[in-house]
């Protein structure tokens, strides 16, 4: 029986999604769950797995074509199979939805032949800058499995091998590649923001102090109860989900001419992983308490690091917090993320002399930045906003009095 293949129902937040890669050509036989292709969105890269064991008849979308929700990009015949490789233990260990990454070419042998890869093979090479040179495939037709590349490793980790150096190239050696669907709309909603608002940023610092010592108290008893470290970015979304109640404008988002004013706090987080920093949303910040928050955050790290994040999770969001102290920057001026209005930027903590009581004392110090929209916040509610923050960093206890 003859079964068409469609794109996923894509969510409202993405239009249509493109062509990443046929995992298999016109013909081949493939089991249950096998990966057939790649489709990658503005978001996520989401992957479409073979229905039933079978055939893949006809490819009706080709790689680098737009397709739409739902839309048919393929045929398939359900059927017994008997030759094609069981990927079931594979699939099982990559993601249905993995982050976008840029494009690369498949790796060749040194003989000059080219065996498939699996996917999850290719991506591990990619990860230990490997070659598949001298790997050999228990796949069908010699095809390379993830399982053949751990081995590999393994075995050059238990003979000290080294990862092998690249060939020696012209120092003025130039590589070009395509854009990946993700970098190009976040190029296209970067030039938007800096085009389509009155953007404006300002600054304060905080005092970590205080901060610091709770996080020292605490850190093991919070740790044993709920599992989880103390880190500082709880209490930074905690203090703004109370600013952005105080000062609505900077939690409102932009929709034409109208102005749309969010009852509740959905806060982005800048997580990082191998393919980059991705923002995941915290629903509801306003509700919920420290180790809730930091759950959740350790949550999407290690969805992140999976590759498992969905679309659902990087959807919608009233506010952006972008933490750029944890690659050692001292200062920036983060740009909006629309429709949102504001966005405010951490950086590193650093031992400062500051005066205090008239003395000069070393006190760890964070400067903070606030991007926003001029044509909807001025830059009184900024400046309030900013220090509304920095009050409850610099004195946590108003966490608990709700002050």
Known sequence: MTTEIKAPAFPESVQDGTIAEWHIAEGDSIKRDQPLVDIETDKVVIEVVAPTDGTLTSIIKGVGEVVESNEVIGAFE????TDAPDVAAESAEEPAVVAAEESSTSETLATGSAPSINPAAKRLLEENDL?????????KSGRITKTDVVNHLDSLSVEGESTPAPAAASAREEKRVPMSRLRARVAERLLEATQTTAMLTTF????????????AEYRDAFETRHGIRLGYMSFFVRACAEALKKYPAVNASVDGSDIVYHGYQDIGVAVS???G???????????LSLAETELKISEFGGKAKAGKLSIEDMTGGTFTISNGGVFGSLLSTPILNPPQT???GMHTIQDRPVARDGEVVIRPMMYLALSYDHRLIDGKEAVQFLIAVKEVIEDPTRILLNL
């Open 78 to 81: 359900a059927g017994a199979v």
């Open 131 to 139: 070659s598949a040179a001298g790997i050999a495939g228990s796949g």
């Open 204 to 215: 304060n610092e905080v005092d970590m102090t205080e901060l610091k010592r709770m996080r």
């Open 273 to 275: 992983s191998d393919r």
């Open 277 to 287: 920093l991705v923002v995941p949303i915290l629903r509801d910040t306003d509700s």
């Open 342 to 344: 504001a966005i405010l």
